[in-house]
């Protein structure tokens, strides 16, 4: 079985000792009582779409935490919108949401601003009580739970059924956030 995991971005991460470290994968990624504050990398995205697709760009920008710049009107037909929006949120699927909602007709471009802070947190992945650091992820707080209860109910289908109970979980740090089992084999009494 393969899996495939989301692409990470690099992380700044300052320990309680003051020592600044760069995170490039959750197995880098300092335990939660050993850090003191985290940073993620922003870009200035510039967006050119057709006036009647502005409330659906505005809509996918604010849902990736996104933060309104200004807005330009290049011609009747033509907007210019500035945001400010984490890296982490356009590396994964922004580009075809953008497409998708503006028809095919939205341009799209980004220049690195830096790092900024945020309430970035890692969510380990625990099978049978063990954690799986390859199935780790880095993600903004507020998204940690949808993207943890996805992760543990795609590996429930993919995981096949033992002689016993399978436990998949999702935690940050020592609390659990989402949990799935995979039912053990029952005894064929038939055969």
Excluded at 79 to 85: A, E, F, N, S
Excluded at 134 to 152: C, E, F, M, P, W
Excluded at 161 to 182: D, K, L, N, W
């Amino acid at each position: 079985v393969v899996l495939v995991t989301a692409p990470n971005v690099a992380y700044r991460v300052r320990a309680v000792d003051g020592e600044w470290i760069e995170v490039h994968n959750p197995a880098q990624m300092p335990d939660a009582g050993s850090i003191g504050e985290t940073e993620e990398p922003y870009v200035r995205a510039s967006i050119i779409c057709p006036s009647d697709h502005v409330g659906a760009v505005m809509e996918l920008n604010q849902e990736r935490r996104g933060t309104f710049g200004h807005m330009e009107y290049l011609s009747p037909e033509r907007v210019q919108l500035i945001y400010d929006l984490p890296l982490a949120e356009i590396v994964l699927d922004y580009y075809d949401q953008l497409k998708s909602r503006t028809r095919g007709y939205a341009s799209f471009d980004y220049e690195l601003l830096g790092f900024r802070p945020g309430q970035v947190v890692k969510v380990d992945v625990l099978l049978a009580g063990e954690r799986v650091d390859s199935l780790s992820l880095i993600t903004h707080r507020d998204n940690a739970y949808r993207q943890g209860k996805a992760l543990v109910e795609a590996l429930r289908e993919r995981i096949p059924r033992q002689m016993f109970e399978v436990a998949i979980q999702a935690a940050i740090g020592s609390r659990v956030i989402a949990r799935e089992t995979v039912k053990a084999k029952r005894k064929d009494v038939l055969a």
